[in-house]
């Protein structure tokens, strides 16, 4: 079974509307989530985690999260995006009771539009 | 950025042959991972190290090994290619846990 899913595989977006990317994760325990981005041709580059605490998280280039254990979500919003914020971004899980297994979402690929 | 980097970044072999990715580090982190990726599948684990000469498998196996002689270098071997290895092939990183891990820029590999 998926343990994390991300439910859009493909969304566009104009620049300076704002966005957000949902994230799904099956898992009983307090998970570990996490927000990557990948520009085309790049690695991987964190842009938040969440591992306890204030359920909004704060992360690098204008992004945050917000942890939703009732609803098993994680979900990734910018209130206006840029151009440069083209990129496929993936949602990925720890399980604290599984240890070396970093799961990933398949990924939602963000056009910006002018 | 992480200071990981991985040799070569493209690379074009066939069926059958033996192949050698490189990952290696400068941050002296202990722990490190081989994983591809694939469209619609994310990112998959393949193996990872929690220090040197200490190896275990992720999720994705099967027909890949690996090696770490030294903290810095991570080897993912591919004994006999074959087409269903063609990916791109992300090293990772990460200090004190597998919980925050850092990507190095990848490998893409075909396999003809």
């Known amino acids: 079974a998926q343990s994390v899913t991300q439910p859009d595989i493909h969304i566009t977006v104009s620049e300076g509307a704002s966005l957000e990317l949902r994230c799904n994760y099956s898992?009983?325990?307090?998970?570990?989530l996490f927000w990557y981005v990948q520009s085309p041709g790049q690695g991987l580059q964190l842009l938040l985690k969440?591992?306890?605490?204030?359920?909004l998280v704060q992360g690098i280039k204008g992004f945050e999260a917000e942890f939703k254990r009732s609803q098993s979500s994680f979900n990734l919003r910018k209130p206006s995006v840029h151009w440069s914020d083209a990129a496929e971004y993936f949602c990925?899980?720890?399980?604290?009771?599984?240890?070396?297994?970093?799961?990933f979402g398949a990924g939602t690929q963000v056009v910006v539009t002018p | 950025d992480a200071g990981i980097t991985q040799s070569p970044r493209h690379k074009v072999t066939e069926t059958g042959t033996p192949v050698t990715l490189r990952c290696h580090q400068t941050?002296?982190?202990?722990?490190m991972y081989w994983y591809r990726q694939d469209p619609g599948h994310g990112l998959r684990l393949i193996h990872y190290s929690y220090g040197v000469k200490d190896t275990d498998k992720g999720e994705v196996s099967d027909g890949y090994s690996v090696s770490r002689s030294k903290t810095e270098d991570f080897l993912l071997t591919l004994e006999s290619a074959t087409s269903s290895q063609t990916s791109v092939y992300f090293c990772?990183?990460?200090?004190?846990?597998?919980?925050?891990?850092?990507f190095g820029p990848g490998t893409r590999l075909l396999v003809l």
């Open positions: 898992y009983g325990a307090t998970p570990y």
């Open positions: 941050e002296n982190h202990r722990y």
């Open positions: 990925a899980l720890y399980k604290t009771d599984s240890w070396g297994k970093l799961q």
């Open positions: 990772a990183i990460s200090e004190t846990g597998p919980e925050t891990q850092y």
């Open positions: 969440y591992f306890s605490g204030d359920t």
